[in-house]
Structure formats: C-alpha cells, structure tokens
C-alpha cells in the first residue's frame, strides 16, 4: 500500500524542498518506487531541485482536471518520480487546491513524498489532507518552532501521524538543542541537518546533495531519516578512529581465540 508522507512546516524557507528532493532520492536508491509531488501551488520549485525545468504537464493541470496524474509524472534519472508544479503565474491565479489522494494512490508507488506548502491557508490544509503521514520541519529557533506547533495542532485535528522532526540549520550554537525541541513537541528528532553552504551549491547545480556528494556527512544525516521512514537501522560509515579500534579489536579477539585453541 502506497505511503503518503508530506514534509511541512509552519514557516516557509526552512528546507522542506531540499529535504523532500533529497529523500525522494535516497529512497529511490532504496529500491523503493517513489514520487515526489509539488503541492506547493503558489511557490513551485521542487522540479527545480532535480534540473526539471520545463514541464508541459503540471499538477496544476491535474487540479484543473484538464489531464490525468500519469501524464504529470516525469522520471528523474535516481529513479524518482517528480510531479512538479507550474512555474506559470496564469495557472497560479486559475488553480484552486483540490485533493487530488486517490490519484496519488492510483500511481501504485511505494512511497510518495509530499512538498507542503506553508502558512495556514487552503493551499497548505488541503497537502496535508492528501498525507497519511507527515514530517515537520523547524529551525532551532523559537519563532520557526512556534509557528510549526501550529502546523503540528493541525495535523493532529486531521488524525495525521507525525513520524518526527527534522531539524534544519542547525550551528552547535543555538540557544535550544534537539532533546529540548523535541520534548517540547512530544515528538522524536528524526534528522539534525547542519547549516552548510554545500547545500546551497547543490540546489544551484539542481542536483540534491545526497547524489552530488554521496559521502558528506549531510547526506548521512539525510540517509538517516530515509532509514527511520523504512524502519530500518542505520549504520553511519565508520570514521578513521572507529576503524582503527575495530581493527585492535579484531586482532584481541583472535590472540584469544588462539590461546584457547592450545
Ligand atoms: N542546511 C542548510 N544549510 C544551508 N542552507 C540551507 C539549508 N537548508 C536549506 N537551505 C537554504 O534555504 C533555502 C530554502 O530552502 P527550501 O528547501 O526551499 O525551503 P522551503 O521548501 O521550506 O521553503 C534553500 O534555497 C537553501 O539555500
Ligand atoms: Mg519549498
């Protein structure tokens, strides 16, 4: 059965079309068949994330009912599906949200990534309405968090589960640290991406970090969260130190187990 996940927040510009662009493709490497879906009507960018600039069939379209979800579905080369938004202002003004769920579903993907959009209008309650479940996103800083406890009153009027919070921007500087935030709204932190410059070198070269930088330790974090939405373990790669204790490790219980051996 399809999974409906939207990444929302309550402020925009906090990283929830980098994070949706850049799980859409972890999970893909997964071996999982995802799309990933522009429901930010008024603020189209999720394309752009992936170097899909042009588009002659939208969810704008499909909103309007003048074509069916399938023929909105571009294929990306990581294997991740976009349904992007328009970039057109004309199809802005003409679209009204609809919940568009049982197309989504009639895709037959495993998992279907939703970019919300943000503030307390239709727009945004009707991408909620269209997830099962939802990830919130926030800055460390008490203004973005309030403004997505709003988002997360919300979801829970809609029945929504909340997987977790992700923590965007963070310095190792800020006033409040993750166990805070996260007893503050009684949800776990599921991903702690730092402040790095090299995310916004990947959305110029339209070319999400985790597939630019395989290595760096942001696309870590993001594998991270791709793995607790599998329900999967994760294992980080180990740095020089862990190798080297490994390794004495190793040797010590060989030498034991020759001894026993005599
Ligand atoms: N961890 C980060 N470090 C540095 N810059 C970031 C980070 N995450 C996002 N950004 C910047 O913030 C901008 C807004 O991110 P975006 O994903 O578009 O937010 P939203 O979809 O919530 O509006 C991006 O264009 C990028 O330049
Ligand atoms: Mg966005």
Redesign the pocket.
């Known amino acids: 059965m399809t999974r409906i996940i939207g990444v929302v927040?309550g402020k925009?510009?906090?990283?929830?079309?980098?994070?949706v662009s850049n799980l859409g493709a972890l999970l893909a490497q997964e071996g999982k068949d995802v799309a990933v879906v522009d429901a930010n009507i008024t603020g189209a960018?999720l394309g752009l994330h992936y170097g899909l600039i042009s588009y002659p069939i939208s969810i704008h379209d499909v909103m309007k009912n003048n074509a069916s979800i399938t023929d909105a579905v571009y294929k990306h080369s990581s294997g991740v599906d976009i349904i992007p938004a328009s970039l057109s202002f004309e199809d802005v003004l003409e679209t009204t949200p609809k919940n568009i769920k049982e197309g989504l579903k009639s895709l037959n993907k495993d998992i279907i990534l939703v970019?919300a959009a943000t503030g307390l209008d239709r727009e945004t309650l009707n991408a909620i309405e269209m997830c099962d479940e939802l990830i919130l996103?926030t800055h460390p800083e008490l203004p973005t968090i309030s403004d997505a406890l709003r988002t997360k009153t919300i979801a829970k009027k809609y029945n929504k589960k909340i997987l977790g919070i992700v923590l965007?921007?963070v310095t190792g500087k800020d006033a409040l640290k993750k166990d805070n935030i996260s007893s503050f709204f009684e949800l776990p932190v599921i991903g702690v991406?730092?402040?790095?410059?090299i995310?916004?070198k990947s959305?110029e070269a339209k070319n999400p970090i985790v597939l630019r930088h395989p290595d760096h330790k942001i696309s870590s974090e993001f594998k991270k969260i791709a793995y607790n939405i599998l329900g999967k373990k994760f294992k980080a790669k180990s740095g020089i130190l862990e190798m080297v204790v490994n390794a004495i490790r190793n040797d010590v219980n060989f030498l034991v187990e020759s001894y026993k051996l005599k």
Do not use: F, L, Y
């Open positions: 927040s925009g510009g906090v990283g929830k079309t980098t994070i960018n970019d996103v965007n921007r991406i730092p402040e790095d410059h995310i916004r959305i």
